[in-house]
């Protein structure tokens, strides 16, 4: 078992409607494009596939897909949507956990690298993509940039979601880039739930680090899936390896 926490029955069965604005066309559709690009005639691998927000379409578009998932919650969430047969996965962490066979893509959405809270566990995670890239096969991850310029001195946490139902801030170990995703959602009754999520930060120049120890090669850095160009100020990057 990873550092990673663990997706219970309760959190599995929220996920879609809590995620629901990336699940809005405009969100998807991009990372659909470049995955499909990127994986050709395929096969794919999705590393913390979830319930499938991604893998699920990308499977549609005619790529066969393959998942691996620390939640058996979650893939019970995907069950419902496609079954084994047609998109297996294997319940595992993502740093160790192997599928049979050789990929044209690995890929990792939505921060999840994060999920693993210590560096050498994500080195490992590198190493396990690569592993199961055929050569000339690609590993893309998406991720935030820290927003740690917003943090003056003395300030520990910052928002990320200020909503009518929702709020949303994470609080900062600069020193050890560890941090925590803090969430206050109001229920229809008007109670209020409170959940947290655990988590640590990499910066695009470690990324390329991890990428060079587990023998990959920068392709592509943008600043989103519509691949604006990669700058100071951008907020996320989707990154794109290469097996020599």
Known sequence: ??????????????????????????????????LAELAGSGPALELAIGTGRVGVPLLDR???????????????????KVDEATLPVTVGDMATTTVPGEFALVYLVFNTIGNLRT????????????????????????LWVPPLRRF????????FDISERHLGFDTYDLATQQGTSHHYTTEPDGSIRYGASNFR???????????????LELDHRWADWTRSPFTSDSESYVSVWRKP
């Not at 309760?10 to 699940?23: G, N, P, V």
């Not at 066969?64 to 919650?73: H, Q, Y």
């Not at 930060?201 to 023998?215: H, K, N, S, T, V």
Request: net charge negative.
């Open 1 to 34: 078992m990873t550092s990673s926490d663990l997706w219970d029955d309760a959190t599995a069965q929220r996920y879609d409607e809590a995620a629901a604005d990336m699940f809005a066309p405009e969100v998807l559709g991009p990372t659909l494009d470049v």
């Open 152 to 159: 003056p001195p003395g300030q520990a946490g910052v928002p």
């Open 201 to 215: 930060y990499i910066w695009p120049g470690e990324c390329d680090l991890m990428a060079q120890l587990a023998g």
């Open 62 to 80: 005619g790529v066969a897909v393959t998942g691996i998932e620390l939640s058996a919650p979650m893939v019970a969430q995907l069950r419902r």
């Open 119 to 142: 560096q050498a566990e994500q080195v490992a995670c590198f190493r396990n993509a690569a592993r199961h890239l055929r050569p000339g096969g690609r590993f893309v991850i998406e």
